[in-house]
C-alpha cells in the first residue's frame, strides 16, 4: 500500500505507541517514502525524548517543531534547536509563531515572515503549515516557497474556529498562491 505514496508523515500525537511507529517507518522507508514528523506537542517530546531522538536520527527526512517543541527537544532557543534538529534529518522546520518560521536544509537557512493575519483560533496552523510545505516539497519548489505555501495556509486557517475553512477562503489561497 505505501508504495502510491511518496511521502510519510506522521502526527506527533502517535508517537506514543513506539513499536507502531517504528514498524511504520521502516516500511515507508523500505518502500523509498520520505518521512516526515510533526512534533505536536512539548509534553509529547519530553515524555518521548529518547524514541524521537532515535527515530528522526535514523528514518525521519524532515521534522516540523514549533519553538516550544525544539526547545523540549534539544534545550535550545529557536536558531540553536533548527542548526541541532538539522542534524539529524535532511530538513528542519521551526515555526515561531506570528514571527514565522525557520527552515534549514544542510547550510542553507530561510527565513520565512508569517502572513499578516487576524488570528482567531490557532487550530489547524501547524498541520497546516506542514501540509502546505510537503505539497510544495512533492512538486519540487525550492525550501523559501515551500515555507511561504505552510505561512499561507497556516495564516489563513488561524482566522476561523476550528480547522475548517471555507470554500471562498481556498479560493482565495489558491489565488494567493499564484499571485506569489
Not at 513499536?19 to 518521548?48: C, F, H, M, R, W
Not at 517543531?65 to 538539522?86: H, I, R, T, V, Y
Not at 488570528?119 to 497546516?128: E, H, R, S
Request: proline share 2%.
Amino acid at each position: 500500500m505505501l508504495g502510491r505514496y511518496d511521502i510519510f508523515h506522521i502526527e506527533g500525537y502517535l508517537v506514543q505507541n513506539h513499536e507502531l511507529i517504528e514498524t511504520a517507518v521502516k516500511l515507508a522507508k523500505k518502500a523509498g517514502l520520505l518521512v516526515s514528523i510533526d512534533l505536536a506537542s512539548y509534553n509529547v517530546v519530553e515524555a518521548n525524548l529518547e524514541f524521537l531522538h532515535k527515530i528522526i536520527e535514523k528514518y525521519v527526512d524532515i521534522v516540523f517543531a514549533n519553538e516550544e517543541e525544539a526547545k523540549a527537544f534539544s534545550g535550545k532557543e529557536p536558531m540553536e534547536a533548527l542548526k541541532e534538529l538539522a542534524t539529524k534529518c535532511e530538513i528542519a522546520v521551526v515555526k515561531i509563531g506570528s514571527k514565522g518560521s525557520l527552515i534549514r536544509q544542510g547550510r542553507e537557512i530561510v527565513e520565512i515572515k508569517a502572513i499578516p493575519a487576524n488570528p482567531i483560533d490557532t487550530t489547524g496552523a501547524g498541520d497546516l503549515f506542514a501540509s502546505g510545505f510537503l505539497y510544495g516539497h512533492s512538486l519540487g519548489m525550492p525550501l523559501r516557497r515551500c515555507g511561504e505555501i505552510g505561512a499561507i495556509l497556516a495564516g489563513n486557517v488561524i482566522e476561523v474556529m476550528g480547522s475548517k475553512m471555507t470554500a471562498a477562503q481556498w479560493n482565495g489561497i489558491r489565488n494567493l498562491l499564484d499571485t506569489h
